[in-house]
């Protein structure tokens, strides 16, 4: 079969590798189609801490089951499936409170542990979850992008009162606002970024106000309308939005933090507990995988939104260097199988 590689950064390579078996309790997958995300162009250029080289790269990926392990039912055989790149222990501490996602021992498919990215790839069974009939394979790739939003929300709880600010208009900034509008039907939802063209496809995706910060003030302009953002969402990942988010939120707001930005953030502790504001932190996905199924099936998002390119997968290399220079045109791009 043909993987993918990253032998070392910046240096990537198609291979052929011997065809897995899976071990009990792992299916195999026959890959289908898969997405790019930015850390797996932070893998291929050497920007990952936690990636181990060699590695296949990739954790967006559905396809179909082609062979199974010891104790795995037959009647998996040939479901379509979309693969949970989170792989946990199920019993220490994070895990015991329903949070696999931080699991103390957690490998995540693509960065740890081989990925996607290749024409065949071995899985535990419980991370393949099965696709409905009437969620085509092109939305059935994008499930994982969006269990990103679906995590976010279930800190955030957002309700139909919420005035919400995204910062960033990114592939994960735009999956939010789809679930914050298309979901929980929340009142506003105002989109910052620095790019015009990213900014147009948040509105696409149901932003109600967008701003570019780069050229305006995003401190006068809500000032001047009076809005103080009850939900703030961080999916641009800068170190100085988390002070600034703290002193544009209402009193009782809730913060929401998505980045791995490894420079400090200063922050005045008194805007905090002053206002009373709830700061969460987002990683991964805690089994949401069903929740976006039930998205998908009810039509309340639209991954048609986000897809502005395909590759087949021998072009990769084209591909991710279309993702990571233009942030104008390009969004979500996908490779075909």
């Known amino acids: 079969m043909k993987s993918i590689v990253i032998q070392q950064p910046n240096t990537l390579v198609i291979e052929d590798r011997p065809l897995p078996t899976p071990a009990a309790g792992e299916v195999r997958v026959k890959v289908k189609l898969a997405g790019i995300c930015g850390s797996d162009s932070h893998i291929y250029r050497g920007h990952n801490p936690f990636a181990k080289y060699p590695r296949v790269i990739g954790h967006e990926f559905f396809g179909v089951i082609d062979a199974v392990g010891d104790g795995v039912d037959t009647a998996r055989l040939g479901q379509r ?7 946990s222990c199920g019993h220490c501490y994070p895990c015991s ?22 024409e065949y790839a071995v899985v535990p069974a419980k991370n393949a979850w099965v696709i409905p009939d009437a969620i085509s394979d092109k939305h059935a790739v994008m499930v994982e992008p969006f269990t990103i939003a679906a995590n976010v929300t279930g800190h955030a709880s957002p309700t139909e009162q919420d005035v919400a600010l995204i910062y960033g208009a990114g592939p994960m900034g735009l999956v939010t606002v789809q679930a914050l509008k298309g979901v929980y039907k929340v009142k506003q939802v105002i989109v910052v970024d ?142 075909t199988f």
């Not at 499936?81 to 792989?87: A, L, R």
């Not at 996602?101 to 957690?106: A, D, E, I, M, Q």
Request: glycine share 6%; net charge negative; hydrophobic share 40%.
């Open 81 to 87: 499936v979309s693969v949970d790149p989170v792989i």
């Open 97 to 118: 409170v329903g949070k696999p996602n931080v699991c103390t021992s957690l490998v995540v498919l693509g960065v740890h542990r081989d990925g996607g990215f290749s």
């Open 194 to 335: 620095r790019i015009d063209e990213r900014l147009a496809m948040a509105e696409r995706s149901g932003a109600d106000w967008v701003i570019n910060n780069g050229s305006q003030s995003l401190p006068a302009l809500l000032e001047e309308k009076g809005i103080k953002p009850t939900l703030i969402i961080d999916a641009a990942c800068h170190p100085s939005i988390l002070q600034e988010a703290v002193t544009l939120a209402s009193p009782a707001a809730r913060i929401v933090l998505m980045g791995f930005s490894s420079e400090p953030s200063q922050i005045v502790q008194q805007g905090i507990t002053g206002k009373e504001i709830s700061i969460f932190s987002s990683r991964l996905n805690a089994n949401k995988f069903p929740v976006v199924n039930d998205w998908l099936t009810k039509g309340l998002i639209d991954p048609d939104k986000l897809i502005t390119h395909a590759f087949e997968y021998q072009h990769v290399k084209d591909a991710i260097e279309l993702f990571e220079k233009d942030q104008r045109q390009c969004c979500k791009v996908l490779l």
